[in-house]
Structures are given as structure tokens and as C-alpha cells.
């Protein structure tokens, strides 16, 4: 529970609770921005790094893996569309919902699975796959979305 990210998150939150917005020294603020902004694309090395350490595009055992995108980009998105007509709700809201079914698997999966010594081979193909398929899925599930929301 207390990883740096939460700790930082919580300290962040009660700097700005007692001593207000703006208040930190930009001796101390520009630093931490300049880090954050580094943090997406050192993120994206490190996920290209393990995709090619673990060979991404050449999965082991393809039954699992063929499972899990067929879970994410297909059953998971319809079941997400069948619920919007059972349940009331702003368009907007349901856009919003909808396109977050239908994403590819999170990126961050590896360099979670390495910290927690998952099978980081399974999760790097999972990424990639997921990625490969959903430029083809995502339109065809935004085009069917269309289509039933009116």
C-alpha cells in the first residue's frame, strides 16, 4: 500500500489541502514536472524493452493467449453494449464506457508483471496482440456502437 506513487499522491494532496494551489517553490515543483513529463515516454522504451526481451510476437503456448483477446476486444466490449440497453444513461456516458471495453490491454502490465514476477512472456504477447487486432477491432466496435445508440 505504501509505494512511492502513493505516497507521493497522498503528500501532493495535503500540500495542496493545507498550504493551497501554487504554493509549492518552483525550486522544488520544476523538477518534479520536468520527471512526470519523462514518465510516458521512459514508460514506452521500457515496454519496448520487454516486448522484444520476451519476444513478444512469437507466444509460447497461443491457446491463452487467442482466449484473452478474444475476452478484451470482443466478448468483454459486447457484453459492455448489452448492458447499455438494459441500463439507463447519458450518451455521453455510455461513449465514455464503451471506449474504455474496447481498448487494447494496458501497457503498464509488464513492468507490473516484472515487479510482481507474473509470466511477463504471456502478458508482452497479450500486449502486442491486443494492439496488432485493435486497430481493426475498435473501429468495427465504434462503427456497431454507432449503429445501436442511434
Do not use: R
Not at 3 to 18: D, E, K
Not at 113 to 121: F, M, R
Amino acid at each position: 500500500l505504501f509505494t512511492p506513487p502513493v505516497i507521493a499522491t497522498c503528500f501532493s494532496l495535503l500540500w495542496v489541502a493545507f498550504l493551497g494551489k501554487g504554493s509549492m517553490p518552483d525550486i522544488i515543483f520544476e523538477p518534479l514536472s520536468q520527471i512526470g513529463n519523462a514518465a510516458f515516454p521512459i514508460s514506452m522504451f521500457t515496454l519496448g524493452a520487454y516486448l522484444c526481451k520476451y519476444s513478444a510476437f512469437n507466444p509460447e503456448n497461443k491457446l491463452p493467449l487467442f482466449c484473452g483477446i478474444l475476452v478484451k476486444l470482443f466478448i468483454f466490449p459486447l457484453l459492455v453494449l448489452t448492458a447499455f440497453s438494459l441500463f439507463p444513461g447519458g450518451a455521453d456516458y455510455k461513449f465514455f464506457l464503451f471506449l474504455q471495453a474496447v481498448m487494447p490491454t494496458a501497457v503498464s502490465l509488464v513492468i507490473i508483471g516484472s515487479y510482481t514476477g507474473a509470466d511477463n512472456k504471456f502478458l508482452s504477447s497479450i500486449i502486442f496482440y491486443t494492439h496488432v487486432i485493435s486497430i481493426i477491432s475498435i473501429p468495427l466496435w465504434f462503427a456497431i456502437f454507432c449503429k445501436f445508440s442511434g
